[in-house]
């Protein structure tokens, strides 16, 4: 880990110090354990500050999408002689890497906007899952030793074995290293348990539709409608959200459950073929509602259905968006006969 | 004041009694969140516990309230309101901070100029009974830099104090001391439990932790409007509002109407200065287009326009806003990070 943080730096330094990117956007230590944020260097002096670890848990494409979009914005008053360009360099693991692909491959900017410096990756910490193995006490301090995690509370120290506290879309990812790079730094991280990938939506599946209707209502009615998930998404970039829109009113504002399943399920069916299941929408939200299940679902289908995976490569296209003489109809046009 | 004391053990059947008599919220468990939930019969209050991760003011102040219904018929538009009004009930187990919260809101809810009626009706028929903070339950608590204090009774109708084997309950208003004649009789307090609690007092202020200069910053706030440290906080914001959905003094709200067929109703829900839809006027105009003058607005509500206009900070220091941003960005350090400037 040191040392791709200490390449990490030299090259954020040097990109920066070279002009070829205007900011890195990576991740800084916070100011709470198991945390760190992201930040936005524009300095080389303030490379330093950059880390990597096992608390990094953004997907930060999300602001390579709004910075490149905000500098635009901010240009269209400007003579087309004297506009100017923004180059982000951004800090990305293999999760990240596939919402930049998704994000070229929509045109949303060009390959040469952005500068990827890769780094392979072990997983990152669920810091629910921490939180629930020390009984929700408050954590003063916690360190990753090996595979371990050492975690002081207000009543004592603990230990935990690192697999048991990685987010469970880590847990069996099957591009933990880069999938499009301009440099890569550290050594290529070793593969996950793949096998197993699919293993909780094949379980949720074969449940009754009763029982999966109502744990459908379970997890939503805890939604408080922050948004959060659709904010840190990379792939939720509409400028102005149909949740959001009152002429129509697509979905009330008021505390109507429907309203909030409408939403879910409208932001969900978004990420059909979209979702690199980077986990961020599960770790920001502030009432640990459970979307991985349902988006994994559209994930599998994806998968089965078109052998696709979202940002997988940049010359594969999105099956939703494409369409090839081979694609399956049949549930289209006989939907009964298809499960 | 009526001081009394109660058996540690004695709490429970207590809290549980007054829930027949009359509506009680109390902290429970609820999955892996601690939330003020109806006290129904067989269930235990928790009386050990930190902070719930939602501050009690949706009780004054809900999350979505509807003002008033209208249906359109054939001899015009016929206007109704919501039923009786609240019913009287006793909030049990809150934490000094967010009864002091409490205080803050009447400020804005309940003054001179401006009467809500709606805020105001809940709030009147409401007794609190707080819980004293003999410990700090959290690291990132930080009342006493805003004003509050541990083991402070503002806001509170009744506060107990947990003095190990036994709780000292004082009831410091007219309502709380009505609420003592629900409870049945209980010993008086001595002179030694008083010792005690203040004992106690100066021990959970020292044990606090986080300090902020929250109102040594204001003549910096005065001045600077416009200055470039504006530009540094919001950058790796999600615009989400949980750090105003989970405060106990944010009160922003909106209200809009919501029609189906011939029947409507006006409902007031939270708003938040986090969302971009903020202050965006039917003309389409917003005064505030950018994330930074959104979070600016947040911090200069809080420490400075308050102030001006209360001549308090709105803020408690409960640290949920600090624990519970998906992206760590920490309101204790902006504070400070300010009055070095
Ligand atoms: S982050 Fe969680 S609470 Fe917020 S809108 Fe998404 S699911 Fe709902
Ligand atoms: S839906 Fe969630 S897991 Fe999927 S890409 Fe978006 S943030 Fe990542
Ligand atoms: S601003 Fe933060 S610390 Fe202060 S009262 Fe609100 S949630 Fe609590
Ligand atoms: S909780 Fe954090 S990310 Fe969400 S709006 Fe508040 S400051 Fe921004």
């Known amino acids: ?339 | 004041m009526e001081k009394r004391l109660i058996k540690k053990d004695a709490l429970s059947g207590i809290i549980n009694k007054l829930s027949e008599q009359m509506l009680v919220y109390a902290p429970v468990k609820d999955e892996d969140n601690v939330l003020f939930k109806v006290l129904e019969k067989g269930m235990e209050p928790l009386a050990d516990y930190s902070n719930t991760r939602n501050a009690p003011k949706n009780f004054f102040f809900p999350k979505t309230e509807t003002m008033m219904r209208y249906m359109r018929t054939e001899r015009g538009i016929e206007l109704s309101g919501e039923g009786e009004g609240a019913p009287e009930m006793v909030l049990f187990g809150v934490r000094p901070c967010d009864a002091r919260s409490f205080i803050l809101l009447d400020k804005v809810f309940d003054q001179e100029k401006y009467k809500d009626p709606y805020y105001i009706d809940k709030r009147e028929k409401t007794t609190i009974i707080s819980l004293a903070c003999v410990h700090p339950p959290y690291s990132t608590c930080f009342c006493t830099s805003v004003g509050g204090h541990p083991m402070s009774s503002e806001g509170a109708d009744v506060v107990l104090t947990d003095l190990g084997d036994k709780y000292l309950a004082e009831f410091v208003t007219p309502k709380g001391e009505k609420l003592l004649e629900k409870m049945g009789d209980l010993s008086k307090a001595d002179d030694a439990a008083e010792a005690t609690k203040e004992e106690l007092s100066k021990k959970s202020e020292e044990a606090i932790t986080s300090h902020v200069a929250g109102r040594e910053i204001k003549p910096w706030l005065d001045e600077n409007f416009e200055h470039p440290f504006w530009d540094t906080i919001h950058q790796s914001c999600l615009a989400c509002g949980t750090c105003t959905y989970l405060c106990p003094t944010c009160h922003c709200f909106d209200i809009s109407d919501e029609v189906k067929g011939s029947d409507g109703k006006r409902i007031r829900t939270w708003d938040s200065c986090m969302y971009w839809l903020f202050t965006k006027e039917t003309s389409g105009h917003n005064p505030r287009t950018s994330q930074k003058q959104r979070w600016r607005q947040r911090l200069m509500h809080k420490f400075k326009y308050f102030v001006d206009n209360f001549d308090a900070i709105a803020c408690v220091g409960c640290g949920r806003c600090v624990m519970y941003c998906p992206v760590n960005i920490d309101i204790r350090k902006i504070v400070n990070d300010i009055s070095k400037l």
């Not at chain 1, 096992?54 to 709004?66: I, P």
């Not at chain 1, 040469?112 to 410096?117: G, H, K, M, R």
């Not at chain 1, 997890?219 to 829109?245: G, W």
Request: with cysteine; charged share 30%.
């Open chain 1, 1 to 339: 880990m040191e040392n791709v943080e200490k390449q990490l730096r030299e090259e954020a330094k040097r990109l920066l110090a070279d002009k070829k990117v205007d900011v890195i956007v990576g991740y800084e230590e916070g100011t709470l354990p198991l945390q760190t944020v992201p930040c936005f260097i524009t300095n080389p002096d303030d490379a330093g500050k950059l880390v990597w670890n096992s608390f990094c848990s953004q997907n930060l494409a999300k602001y390579v999408h709004d910075i490149i979009h905000q500098h635009r914005e901010s240009q269209v008053r400007v003579k087309p002689e004297d506009k100017t360009r923004k180059v982000v360099g951004v800090v990305a693991r293999g999760c990240t890497t596939r919402s930049l692909v998704i994000h070229l491959q929509e045109r949303q900017y060009d390959r040469d906007e952005v500068v990827i410096i890769g780094v392979p990756c072990t997983g990152f910490v669920a810091k629910r899952k921490v939180s629930t193995l020390v009984d929700g006490k408050e954590i003063l301090e916690a360190a990753v030793n090996g595979d371990k995690i050492s975690v002081r509370t207000t009543s004592g120290d603990k230990d935990v074995p690192l697999k048991d506290v990685i987010a469970d879309n880590c847990l069996n990812c099957h591009f933990n290293n880069p999938v499009i790079s301009d440099i890569m730094v550290g050594n290529e991280a070793p593969p996950r348990d793949v096998d197993r990938e699919y293993d909780s939506v094949n379980k949720f599946e074969n449940l009754p539709l009763e029982e999966r209707w109502s744990y459908f209502t379970k997890e939503m009615e805890k939604c408080i409608r922050c948004y959060a998930c659709r904010n840190t998404c990379p792939s939720c970039y509409c400028k102005i959200c149909f949740v959001e829109q009152s002429q129509p009113a697509w979905v009330g504002t008021g505390d109507d459950p429907t309203d909030v399943q409408v939403f879910q399920i409208m932001r969900m069916f978004h990420m059909a073929g979209r979702c690199v299941d980077c986990g961020s929408c599960v770790e920001v939200c502030p009432m640990g509602v459970d979307l991985r299940n349902f988006l994994k679902k559209l994930d599998k289908d994806g998968f089965e259905l078109f052998a696709h995976k979202a940002g997988e490569s940049i010359d594969k296209p999105a099956p939703l968006s494409t369409f090839e003489m081979g694609d399956k109809e049949k549930f289209i046009f006989e939907p009964e006969s298809s499960s």
